[in-house]
């Protein structure tokens, strides 16, 4: 669900994944990240999803321009990675909205090989702030660690990741319907057309294969407007 109402909420589709996995794996370490998620649902349309990159003495600077946090956790664990790998002591988050959701953010990187502190900083501290209200600027200090082992077939970010993927957590059943709805924007419609559609292969109504995508394609299905039975691809 969390997939679809990205999609639906028109996050750069190339970005979803990776930002979908970090929101369920801040969620798993205790970030209520699904809230985040949908308290900045105005900002996924044309978000950008990297950091401005420029070297400040021994340290870097990460400049988010205003983009939401949540939206930039991917890159920012990239990003220390990369100065883990460089000897890089401290990095410098600027302009970044709730930068805090980046203390429940630990597995995450640990699957990367980075580990990092976070330091307070003006705006906030952004250690406290695992709700992702406050602060938009943080001091991190990552460190190079042993690589926690994945399968990927699990689709887990660490341990608490796949705790949840295999046994869900409790949410307010308002918000559940709410995004469950608005997720559901993002899936094709319902008509003979779609009940045809089977993961990643389209089949006539004869069960004739007629096509075949990626698994990773974002694919949308609809009705054309003069003719029900063509497949629009998008």
Do not use: K
Not at 40 to 53: L, M, N, P, Q
Request: proline share 4%; aromatic share 6%; glycine share 10%.
């Amino acid at each position: 669900m969390v997939g679809r109402y990205l999609h639906a909420r028109s996050c750069p589709a190339y970005a979803v994944n990776a930002i979908r996995d970090a929101i369920m794996a801040a969620q798993a370490e205790g970030a209520d990240a699904v809230t985040v998620m949908e308290r900045v649902r105005d900002r996924y349309a044309g978000a950008r999803t990297s950091f401005d990159v420029r070297r400040d003495g021994d340290g870097i600077v990460l400049d988010g321009r205003g983009t939401p946090a949540i939206l930039l956790a991917p890159a920012l664990i990239d990003e220390l990675s990369l100065a883990a790998i460089d000897g890089v002591a401290r990095v410098h988050v600027v302009g970044t909205p709730g930068i805090g959701i980046a203390a429940a953010l630990g597995e995450y990187a640990a699957v990367r090989g980075v580990a990092f502190e976070i330091e307070s900083s003006a705006g906030g501290d952004a250690a406290e702030d695992v709700a992702g209200d406050a602060g938009d600027r943080a001091i991190l200090a990552p460190r190079r660690t042993e690589r926690t082992p994945v399968r990927p077939a699990e689709s887990a970010a660490g341990p608490a990741m796949r705790r949840i993927l295999l046994e869900g957590y409790v949410m307010d059943a308002d918000q559940f319907w709410r995004l469950f709805h608005e997720s559901n924007e993002a899936l094709t419609p319902d008509s003979e057309l779609s009940r045809r559609h089977a993961g990643s292969q389209l089949y006539d109504e004869n069960g004739d294969l007629i096509g075949e995508v990626s698994e990773e394609t974002y694919l949308h299905l609809r009705r054309d407007e003069n003719d029900p039975e063509r497949a629009v691809l998008a």
